[in-house]
């Protein structure tokens, strides 16, 4: 069964302990993502990565870190420093080349809330 | 910013009537893609049309795209319940290298 798996679904941790939410993908796919969405809000990009070992910063970046040692896998880090890190976690991923027009495909996310 | 911007914020019909939703944008752009999310889960993808396309049909759904004005619109024809979702637009702009800016989303309810 392919897809994008992303655990836990919900995910509680007290104020000032980091938490990293897994992200594992069988679609070979290059390119990876990671976005943020808060209530009534769109999506806003973490960070992001074509290809193995290499990993970009996206639009809300700070507090946030990110490895890809393996193609399948982009887990998300949230550190402390992230001031408000309650928030709908979204894990993604494209095929083909960097610059093919594909569309992304989307984990069920992590409900992650800090108290 | 280059984010879409989805309009109405809120759209409420009555199952079998045609569900319209619009989203425009400020830069030029590769693809604009369309995507739906239930509540609490991931985003699925919709539909994608490329900047050279006018118009585009997948199912009960069409695409149009206005690069002139900067606009597309999602037509969902004969709404069923179970289209009540959110529905999101998705920019591929020239220069993104591969990432896509979501619009904030159009909350659709169809009624029973």
């Known amino acids: 069964d392919g897809g994008i798996t992303q655990s836990p679904k919900y995910l509680f941790r007290k104020e000032g302990q980091n938490v990293t939410l897994s992200c594992e993908q069988n679609?070979?796919?290059?390119?990876m993502y990671w976005y943020r969405q808060d209530p009534g809000q769109g999506l806003r990009l973490i960070y992001y990565?074509?290809?193995?070992?290499?990993?970009q910063k996206g639009d809300i970046a700070e507090g946030y870190s990110v490895s890809r040692e393996k193609k399948e896998s982009f887990p998300l880090t949230v550190t402390s420093a992230q001031k408000n890190p309650t928030a709908f976690y979204l894990c993604?991923?494209?095929?083909?080349?960097?610059?093919?027009?594909?569309?992304?495909?989307f984990g069920p996310g992590t409900r992650l809330t800090v108290t | 910013s280059q984010q879409g911007e989805e309009d109405p914020q809120a759209l409420s019909i009555q199952e079998g009537e045609n569900a319209t939703m619009n989203c425009s944008y400020k830069?030029?752009?590769?693809?604009l893609q369309w995507y739906r999310q239930n509540s609490g889960r991931g985003l699925v993808h919709l539909i994608l049309?490329?900047?050279?396309?006018r118009e585009k049909h997948s199912g009960r759904l069409r695409v149009t795209l206005d690069t002139s004005k900067k606009s597309s619109s999602l037509l969902i024809t004969a709404s069923r319940a179970a289209d009540t979702a959110s529905y999101f637009c998705?920019?591929?702009?020239?220069?993104?290298?591969?990432?896509?800016?979501f619009g904030k989303g159009i909350t659709l309810s169809v009624r029973p």
């Open positions: 990565s074509q290809i193995v070992n290499d990993f």
């Open positions: 993604a991923s494209r095929g083909g080349a960097a610059t093919s027009i594909n569309e992304q495909y």
């Open positions: 830069t030029s752009i590769n693809n």
């Open positions: 049309i490329r900047s050279n396309e």
């Open positions: 998705a920019t591929d702009w020239t220069g993104a290298n591969s990432k896509l800016t």
């Open positions: 679609l070979n796919h290059d390119a």
